[in-house]
T-cell receptor
């Protein structure tokens, strides 16, 4: 399967700070999603971004498929941004997602 | 549109028992996938169902089985439960339009 590495594993921010989360993957992908897992376990889809750049409010993401990485930017962080952020990828012809081990973000007031 | 719903939310079972978890897919989605997430780990793919047939399987033993119904809802069955089966089980649905997967809130299974 495709190997997915996320960094950093843990991140502590002061409310209002900006951050960048990184996802490296080992093979070509036709699906890449960023998820936020809330304390109750639900995976909230943030972006479907196999390539290019997208923005949604304070969050934006960029995937450079040819270089096999994706970045998630969080600006002006809020305490509600706390949780675990997962990057997940799907390969060409694959019918499943491979997940990284996540970045645990803690935003302190 | 309705999202992915899973039931029950929590479950406690005894080692050796059998369990059935249920999932209703998002409106317009015809494919359902199941994932297991152990504590502190990322989700691991169990299997996927499309048109009521298994359409791919991860590295899980045969005691993990599933069904998909004509309305695209799905069940995950686990026989002969082991302590290591304790995990959050996530269901995800998708369509063939390539817009990614939508996950439910999960069922947290504890095997004692």
């Amino acid at each position: 399967g495709i190997q997915v590495e996320q960094s950093p594993p843990d991140l502590i921010l002061q409310e209002g700070a900006n951050s960048t989360l990184r996802c490296n993957f080992s093979d070509s992908v036709n699906n890449l999603q960023w998820f936020h897992q809330n304390p109750w376990g639900q995976l909230i889809n943030l972006f479907y971004i196999p390539s290019g750049t997208k923005q949604n409010g304070r969050l934006s993401a960029t995937t450079v498929a040819t270089e096999r990485y994706s970045l998630l930017y969080i600006s002006s962080s809020q305490t509600t941004d706390s949780g675990v952020y997962f990057c997940a990828v799907g390969g060409t012809g694959a019918n499943n997602l491979f997940f990284g081990t996540g970045t645990r973000l803690t935003v302190i007031p | 549109e309705t999202g992915v719903t899973q039931s029950p939310t929590h479950l406690i079972k005894t080692r050796g028992q059998q369990v059935t978890l249920r999932c209703s897919s998002q409106s317009g989605h015809n494919t359902v996938s199941w994932y297991q997430q152990a504590l502190g780990q990322g989700p691991q793919f169990i299997f996927q169902y499309y048109r009521e047939e298994e359409n791919g399987r991860g590295n899980f033993p045969p005691r993990f089985s599933g069904l998909q119904f004509p309305n695209y809802s799905s069940e995950l069955n686990v026989n002969a439960l082991e302590l290591d089966d304790s995990a959050l089980y996530l269901c995800a649905s998708s369509s063939n339009r390539g817009r990614g997967y939508t996950f439910g809130s999960g069922t947290r299974l504890t095997v004692v």
